[in-house]
């Protein structure tokens, strides 16, 4: 078959959510086109389509197709196809979504070598992290796994309290109870980062010239 053809076909496999028929497909094919992939648009769609990229990712072309990529993994919480393609492309605009993302999305930045991405994507992830509902525990996995200290100068770490005030500022919140509870959120949020920045300069001026600063949660 040509392979617009096999591409329809493969297609239309797709539309069954049948794992067991996809199986004995792609042992006949080399590439699953990604244009064969839709976008979920019920809980059925999501669990299946969060299926198939997990499962079959070596399967999946990359190259050419990063965006839709990174946008099905995100949308469907696919931690196996985000892990391949944080292996296979320097895609960095979406670690912030992995931040705020699910448990197991989040995870996968624990894996990543932060030393020498630049500080307005790590500040932007630390800002994601702020976003979930594991805000605070996030924040200090990621500090404590350099994402927090500056690459430009490794003896300064990147400093969040100002800017994310400035943000508050300029939020919209919604009116009623929900908005009245995520405006509180967001001051605890405030607060935690301050507190944290303010003990970090102390416990930088105890250490003298060594420079070395501990990132234990401030009280």
């Given at each position: 078959m040509e392979k617009e053809d096999l591409d329809e076909v493969f297609g239309l496999l797709i539309s069954y959510q049948d794992l067991k028929l996809l199986d004995t497909a792609v042992r006949y094919i080399k590439n699953i086109p990604v244009?064969?992939?839709?976008?979920?648009?019920?809980?059925?769609?999501?669990?299946?389509?969060?299926?198939?990229?997990?499962?079959?990712?070596?399967?999946?072309?990359?190259?050419?197709?990063?965006?839709?990529?990174?946008?099905?993994?995100?949308?469907?919480?696919?931690?196996?196809?985000?892990?391949?393609?944080?292996?296979?492309?320097?895609?960095?605009?979406?670690?912030?979504?992995?931040?705020?993302?699910?448990?197991?999305?989040?995870?996968?930045?624990?894996?990543?070598?932060?030393?020498?991405i630049l500080d307005e994507v790590k500040k932007e992830v630390l800002y994601g992290a702020l976003k979930s509902d594991a805000w605070k525990e996030r924040f200090e996995l990621l500090a404590g796994k350099g994402w927090k200290k500056s690459s430009q100068n490794r003896k300064e770490e990147i400093c969040l309290g100002d800017e994310y005030?400035?943000?508050?500022?300029?939020?919209?919140?919604?009116?009623?109870?929900?908005?009245?509870?995520?405006?509180?959120?967001d001051r605890a949020r405030l607060r935690f980062i301050k507190n944290y920045e303010e003990c970090a300069k102390v416990q930088k001026k105890q250490t003298g010239a060594s420079g070395s600063v501990r990132t234990d949660t401030p009280v």
């Open positions: 244009k064969q992939i839709s976008l979920p648009e019920s809980l059925s769609d999501y669990r299946f389509m969060r299926e198939l990229l997990n499962r079959y990712t070596k399967y999946i072309e990359i190259k050419d197709n990063e965006k839709n990529l990174w946008n099905l993994s995100l949308i469907c919480e696919a931690e196996g196809m985000a892990e391949q393609l944080l292996k296979k492309t320097k895609d960095y605009q979406y670690l912030p979504r992995l931040a705020e993302g699910s448990d197991k999305m989040f995870r996968q930045l624990l894996h990543i070598r932060c030393r020498n005030l400035k943000r508050l500022e300029i939020k919209k919140y919604t009116s009623g109870r929900k908005g009245h509870l995520e405006q509180i959120n």
